[in-house]
């Protein structure tokens, strides 16, 4: 078979080569297998592989996501603790008038308070309150340590701390009003929780869902309405004006009359 592409190819000895004449010859390149898309991008001729980035005209339309707000996240529930703080300071200074005003305000008891360290002082206070215990920084001291609290309280280094943060129990009124409103803020934080779980929970009638919800909100409102706190110094002078009154009337009897 001749040799079509090789011009140089030397004739055989005594003879003139002439190329032959190719007649209507269509070079067609034979099909690779490859598709090639009039606007995709071809390999790269050093055997890199195509760019994967598709045109402009192509691309997708990516979708915003909305942004996070990351400030909602891990947020501690209302509380105060410089607040707490204040009414174990008013406490451990003057234990005799403080807790009783702090009985008679704080319905919910220990559960007013958020840090449970100050949960733990409290219902120690309460309980050596109502026993009759005598109250100071070192029957305290002893009384947590008794019942193997006094190390999860922060010791006795953490109750002085408490004691020396007021300078006086004049603002006790002032903190438990501070810790009363955080507590209200904390019920109805759980309360709305609650009611968003139970609205995707639902499957029966809406009315009584809205009944059980507003016989929650309607809780909260009922403990938050407690008698006004009065200041210490107010309970003090009645207490001063009841005593001075009961000696003037010495011997005379006191009631309505019946016959």
């Known amino acids: 078979m001749q040799d079509l592409y090789n011009p140089q190819k030397q004739a055989p000895s005594g003879t003139s080569y002439s190329p032959p004449v190719a007649h209507n010859l269509c070079f067609r390149p034979e099909p690779l297998g490859l598709s090639i898309h009039p606007m995709q991008d071809l390999p790269d001729e050093r055997g890199g592989a195509a760019s994967e980035e598709p045109r402009p005209d192509f691309k997708r339309s990516r979708r915003v996501r909305p942004k996070l707000d990351i400030t909602s996240l891990d947020r501690l529930p209302p509380h105060s603790t410089e607040g707490e703080q204040g009414v174990l300071g008013c406490i451990l200074l003057s234990p005799n008038e403080a807790m009783g005003v702090c009985i008679e305000t704080l319905k919910a008891g220990a559960e007013t308070f958020y840090d449970q360290r100050h949960q733990l002082i409290y219902q120690t206070l309460a309980d050596m309150y109502d026993n009759k215990n005598p109250i100071d920084l070192i029957t305290v001291q002893q ?117």
Do not use: W
């Open 143 to 259: 009384k947590l340590k008794d019942s193997n609290q006094l190390e999860a309280v922060g010791g006795l280094a953490y109750l002085s701390s408490l004691q020396d943060a007021v300078p006086s129990a004049a603002n006790l009124s002032y903190y438990l009003e501070i810790i009363r409103e955080k507590l209200v803020l904390r019920r109805m934080l759980t309360a709305c929780t609650s009611v968003v779980a139970r609205v995707y929970e639902h499957q029966g009638e809406v009315d009584a869902l809205l009944d059980e919800v507003e016989r929650d909100i309607l809780r909260i409102s009922e403990d938050r309405e407690t008698t006004t706190i009065k200041p210490m110094k107010d309970l003090v002078r009645g207490a001063i004006d009841m005593i001075q009154e009961f000696h003037q009337r010495a011997g005379v009897l006191t009631g309505l009359a019946t016959g």
